[in-house]
């Protein structure tokens, strides 16, 4: 028996269904498109998908607003489908992780519309509501990660209702056990349909300060405001009580698995949500995916994730998501681009910890620019253009010709410029392409045990060179990236190299990986004998 679970050794892929495959002609992915390309992904060699949001939802956040917890939107297929997609995965060996958005529902939620209906409704607590302010303005100062204030007044009922993120989606209020059970609930219905586990959405979030104090204004130094310290609407010790609870549903069921996204950039914080192991299985190391390209920054976050960890938590690495810029744009650079997402791919898959791809990456997918006039996420409407989602959510370039092969339709994003020689069927067959070097890395990583579970020691090289070492008994791997502008030689120790893979496609491993020399942004990891 190993005492290893398969999402400590596997490798989760994330798919936007919007943006995947869309098998019915109507420009938006859906389940059934997804299914289609089951074979691909277990011929990549990934080990479980994770689907952002398909529930019934007015789409005002693309998903993130869930109308009924327990069902398919009909843009996405039916509940037959997703039964079908999930058989079919796990007769691949690929597991299916879904997406929980506990913190806020949407408004159109029946528990939202029956909450505002009346302040005697039944639901009113399960939601946050408060009256005005003396001056008739919001309860309090916080305000909503996607722009102005978190409260938005209901006429009807003469009160305002709390909102993390958008108007549409009222926050739930964890602190009602009505609230934790009937959302255990909904984690029992897709348990039971064999669901294997749950990304949780911004989940610091549920545990809020009951007496919904200001948040403390930051000054700069001629008082200036920099905004507020989220100190009272997130983090709440009662987030971690909730969680418990949520590990117990889990525990009942034999091995399921939670990643929570923790959206803090201090290790430390992040790391109390693993709880002495009764809490989340998994929280993304973000400071990691917003590290600068610098060798020493990424040795400096992955460690200061493996220094906060609890000794017995696993940690995971992630470089993308649909949140953020593609980590192939962000590191992106004239001469070194494509080098360098070479180097990320390898870096990602060689890291101690579950590696989290994003849809596409493995095809070097770049962010696709999206005109304002066909601005869709409600972030770059609401704050900022710059600050839009869209280009990370384009569709999946499957194939050359109409619209990548994505959709027979009319695509709800822009497809890519480059799609006609950056897609799965080109690269597929291009021993030197960057979905060949990924389902290589995958191969290496699987059949390795010292990549999938070894320990990690950071090796001295030079300042442009992250390397490290990862061992376990019996399997041992010296890995070197060469993150700088000049051709370097790690000096790794002495070792006899038994197989590996480096990034610059066709040149030779040497036998001693002492002997290892790098081109400028190339990585090797060298397995020993
Ligand atoms: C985090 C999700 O990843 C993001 O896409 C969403 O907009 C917010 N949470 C609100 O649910």
Same mark, same amino acid.
Do not use: E, I, N, R
């Given at each position: 028996m190993s005492d290893r679970a398969w999402w400590q050794d596997g490798v989760i892929y994330q798919i936007y269904p919007r943006s995947f495959m869309d098998s019915d002609g109507d420009g938006v992915g859906d389940l059934e498109g997804i299914r289609q390309r089951l074979d691909y992904l277990a011929w990549l060699g990934v080990d479980a998908v994770w689907l952002s949001p398909c529930f019934p939802s007015p789409m005002a956040d693309f998903g993130y !607003?869930?109308?009924?917890?327990?069902d398919i939107d009909p843009l996405f297929g039916t509940l037959a489908d997703f039964d079908a997609l999930v058989a079919d995965a796990h007769a691949r060996n690929l597991r299916v992780i879904l997406d929980w958005v506990p913190n806020h529902t949407s408004n159109e939620h029946t528990w939202f519309v029956e909450s505002r209906s009346d302040r005697a409704s039944a639901k009113r607590d399960w939601y946050v509501w408060r009256d005005a302010a003396a001056d008739g303005g919001p309860p309090n100062n916080w305000q909503s990660t996607f722009g102005g204030p978190a409260w938005t007044w209901d006429e009807a009922t003469g009160q305002y209702y709390l909102h993390?993120?958008?108007?549409e989606q009222p926050d739930l209020d964890w602190s009602n056990p009505e609230v934790r059970s009937a959302m255990h609930d909904v984690l029992r219905f897709w348990l039971d349909r064999g669901v294997d586990g749950f990304r949780i959405d911004v989940v610091h979030k549920i545990g809020k300060d009951p007496e919904l104090r200001d948040n403390p204004v930051l000054r700069g130094p001629d008082g200036e405001n920099l905004g507020q310290e989220h100190l009272h609407e997130e983090g709440h010790p009662s987030a971690h009580e909730y969680l418990r609870e949520v590990r117990d549903v889990f525990d009942s069921y034999p091995e399921r698995m939670t990643v929570g996204e923790v959206f803090l950039l201090e290790p430390e914080r992040i790391a109390r949500y693993y709880g002495r192991g009764d809490e989340l299985h998994l929280a993304f190391n973000f400071p990691f995916l917003f590290a600068p390209w610098s060798a020493r920054a990424f040795g400096e976050k992955v460690e200061a994730f493996e220094d906060a960890l609890p000794p017995e938590a696993w940690p995971d690495v992630v470089l993308s998501n649909h949140d953020v810029s593609r980590h192939a744009s962000r590191y992106d650079d004239a001469a070194l681009g494509d080098q360098r997402e070479r180097l990320a791919a390898l870096m990602l898959l060689t890291l101690r910890g579950t590696p989290f791809l994003y849809y596409g990456e493995e095809i070097g997918m770049r962010d696709v620019p999206v005109a304002a006039e066909q601005m869709l996420d409600p972030v770059g409407l609401n704050l900022h253009p710059s600050l839009g989602r869209d280009p990370e959510r384009s569709p999946m370039q499957w194939a050359p010709g109409l619209n990548a092969g994505f *959709?027979?339709?009319?695509?709800?994003l822009p497809v890519a410029a480059d799609a006609d020689t950056r897609n799965v069927a080109i690269e597929r067959e291009d021993p030197a392409s960057t979905l060949t070097l990924y389902r290589e890395l995958l191969a290496l990583r699987r059949s390795t045990p010292a990549l999938h579970r070894g320990a990690y020691r950071r090796l001295p090289s030079h300042t442009d060179i992250l390397a490290y070492e990862r061992s376990v008994e019996g399997s041992r791997a010296l890995v070197a990236l060469n993150m700088g502008e000049e051709a370097r030689r790690p000096a790794l120790p002495s070792a006899r190299v038994a197989r590996g893979l480096r990034t610059r496609h066709g040149v030779e491993m040497p *036998? !001693?990986?002492?002997?290892l020399e790098l081109a400028a942004c190339e990585g090797a990891v060298l397995v020993l004998d």
């Open positions: !607003d869930v109308a009924d917890y327990c993390s993120f958008l108007a *959709t027979q339709g009319k695509p709800w *036998t !001693d990986a002492a002997h």
